[in-house]
């Protein structure tokens, strides 16, 4: 169920891959979602290098390469429980709790080869291989037993009821290793009062050797690579403990702050634990300096680590750490390259604000499970304007407790980061953490004209940007956004000013627009806009048909028609979507004009509209129009109220 120690000759082919792996420059932790919903056994294939997820609630077997990319899926295993790796890796064992059989499948293929029913309702769980038999602990609570697969025989054969007269209250969950023939572990794991268990099997029958009760609710083990003893994960924050398989006498324990949930022994005999990590403080405990140093702690995930299952092993040389975290659709895998290193913590404390060309403080602390002396160097590069790609600091030295700390005159505003680098060493990884400051830099002057002056349709305007003192950058750039969503903001010109600070742009008004001048600021002065808005009337005319002739009253044109016939006033505007003119219409009486009809007509797309004016009926009569476009009552906001010039007329005999 377990990683095991291979035979000797994959050993040795492990040894020189380690070498290999060890002269190499280490690579990045993998961190990526898998689709596993919640796994019940991991095993880890180093002659294939594959790992095997067992995921019972979606009856199948997910196989990935190293990285946790999925090779292949394997499907319809009916509730798919413990896993087992035969010693040569040549074969993967499945015990099928759904089924009631154990399944064998070829690691090289992936497919099938055998199955082993293990008789109705036995729902077989728990797996290890030993002396060419495959141990299989099944059924449920009080009725549950130990039974075996005899793999040596010509026909291979099931046995059941080997428990040696234990009565477990639950399926035995099974460990064995190579390197102790003729010993089989059981751990009845679900009762307080349940024992651990050391049967001999060098028989073929079970016989109890040695038991003992450590407290009950096991929740993993693992057997040490001698296959000697066992470190046990208990329940509550009981320690990891390791005990001899001889007598079942307490070896050492390995302290961890929460709960444990797996443990994995290395081969070099390095102990790893995960931790339900309730507080969110660490779930990954790697004991790389034995029992008696602190461990290196990562932590993996912010959510309590699975506390069923077995998810967590080492890789077949050691190298690497395979974690799971999550369940359902939210399950990361992990894989760490440097499991036994200690992972410090490093954090940068940089002001808020400063002042450019004053010095500040940046202070910090870097602390890992294993302290560092003293004196220990970190580099610190200062990242601003004027050095972009990061300046050196030099380094700086670690103080007592783990703080230290530095002064620098920044010569350059605006965001100044601070980046200090620890490079790691042969027990302690590398680490990285920055902060930033804002540096203050000067305001400077920038100015537009022409806001809110009014021009003709048409106009030809100069806008100019001025501006005044900086460092380095003499740079402006003038936009004009006219009014309207169907004209986008443009970039009009882009430049530096000239030798009085002015940069100019001449724009033909035929809407009104809001015209920006940018700078962007340098290393001592900061950016800023200015905002400049000026409006553009509309083009507009009316003309009179339908007269017969023209002629003056006092020093005003008139258009002559007869009393019978219409006037017909048509009306040229500049055109835009869903636009009216407005149409005024007043008459002449006793030395006054008086306000006849107000009305607003729509404009065709060739931004004319012509309108049926009517007759008098009588001599005499005078009367005035004219056409206007009234910003928002025309329909649109882009222009400026403009209002077009009075057209006269006069009704005759």
């Known amino acids: 169920m377990r990683m095991r120690t291979l035979p000797a000759a994959t050993a040795l082919a492990v040894l020189f891959s380690s070498a290999v792996l060890t002269a190499a420059p280490a690579s990045a932790d993998t961190t990526r979602p898998i689709a596993v919903w919640d796994a019940d056994d991991m095993v880890v294939d180093g002659v294939h290098q594959r790992l095997y997820f067992s995921d019972r609630y979606r009856d199948k077997i997910v196989v990935t390469d190293y990285n946790g990319k999925v090779v292949t899926t394997l499907t319809g295993l009916a509730q798919v429980r413990d896993l087992e790796l035969s010693p040569d890796s040549g074969t993967l064992y499945a015990a099928l709790h759904g089924a009631d059989k154990i399944v064998a499948i ?46 040596t025989a010509e026909t291979p054969t099931v046995s059941l009821d080997l428990a040696a007269g234990h009565d477990f209250a639950s399926p035995p969950e099974l460990y064995a290793d190579p390197d102790n023939p003729g010993t089989l572990l059981a751990l009845d794991a679900h009762i307080s009062s349940a024992p651990i268990i050391v049967y001999d099997i060098s028989t073929g029958t079970p016989v109890i050797r040695v038991s003992a ?93 699975p506390w069923s299952g077995h998810s967590m092993n080492w890789s077949a040389d050691g190298g690497k750490l395979f974690v799971l975290t999550g369940s359902n659709d ?68 670690l103080g007592t407790g783990g703080t230290f700390s530095f002064t620098d005159t920044p010569p350059a505003g605006g965001k100044v980061t601070y980046t200090v680098t620890y490079a790691g060493d042969a027990t302690h990884s590398s680490a990285t953490a920055s902060d930033t400051v804002d540096v203050h830099r000067a305001t400077p002057t920038l100015t537009l004209n022409n806001n809110g002056k009014a021009y003709a349709y048409g106009k030809d305007v100069t806008f100019t940007a001025h501006l005044g003192t900086t460092y380095t950058n003499r740079t402006v750039e003038i936009w004009a956004d006219p009014f309207g969503a169907d004209k986008p903001k443009k970039l009009m010109k882009t430049g530096k000013v000239n030798s009085s600070g002015n940069l100019s742009v001449i724009l033909d008004m035929t809407r009104d627009t809001t015209v920006t001048a940018v700078f962007k600021g340098d290393a001592r002065y900061a950016p800023k806009s200015v905002k400049s808005t000026a409006y553009a009337g509309v083009k507009v005319s009316t003309a009179l048909s339908k007269h017969y002739k023209t002629g003056r009253i006092g020093s005003t044109t008139y258009y002559y028609f007869r009393k019978n016939t219409d006037v017909i006033s048509t009306t040229t505007m500049s055109y835009y979507k869903g636009r009216k003119q407005r149409l005024e219409l007043q008459v002449y009486y006793q030395g006054k004009w008086y306000d006849g009809t107000t009305e607003y007509f729509k404009l065709g797309t060739n931004g004319k509209s012509a309108v049926n004016l009517g007759h008098s009926g009588k001599s005499g009569i005078r009367a005035r129009v004219r056409s206007s476009y009234i910003n928002s009552g025309s329909g649109d906001t882009v222009n400026s109220t403009t209002h077009g010039g009075w057209k006269y007329f006069i009704f005759t005999s």
Request: charge should be negative; proline fraction near 7%; avoid cysteine.
């Open 106 to 151: 070829d690691t090289a293929t992936l497919t099938q080869t055998a199955e082993y029913p293990t008789g109705d309702k036995t729902i077989p769980s728990r797996l290890a291989y030993a002396d060419g038999k495959l141990w299989f602990g099944y059924g449920n609570q009080w009725s549950s037993g130990l039974g075996s697969v005899d793999l």
């Open 213 to 305: 009760e450590k407290g009950g609710f096991y929740k993993d083990a693992a057997l040490t690579p001698d296959g000697q003893n066992v470190v046990v994960a208990g329940p509550g924050k009981r320690a990891l403990t390791e005990y001899r398989l001889s007598d079942l006498e307490q070896v050492r324990t390995y302290p961890v702050p929460d709960e444990p949930e797996m443990v994995s022994v290395a081969p070099d005999g390095t102990v790893a634990a995960t931790v339900l990590d309730t507080d969110d403080r660490g779930d990954t405990y790697v004991f790389s300096g034995g029992s008696d140093k602190p461990a290196s702690v990562r932590n993996l995930s912010h959510n309590w680590m």
């Open 330 to 397: 939210a399950t990361q895998f992990h894989a760490i390259d440097e499991p036994r290193k200690y992972v410090g913590t490093l954090k940068v404390d940089a002001p808020t604000t400063a002042t450019r060309a004053k010095s500040l403080t940046v202070k910090g602390s870097l602390t890992t499970g294993l302290a560092l002396p003293a004196g220990t160097p970190l580099a610190v590069t200062r990242t601003d304007m004027e050095s972009p790609k990061g300046k050196s600091l030099g380094t700086k030295p």
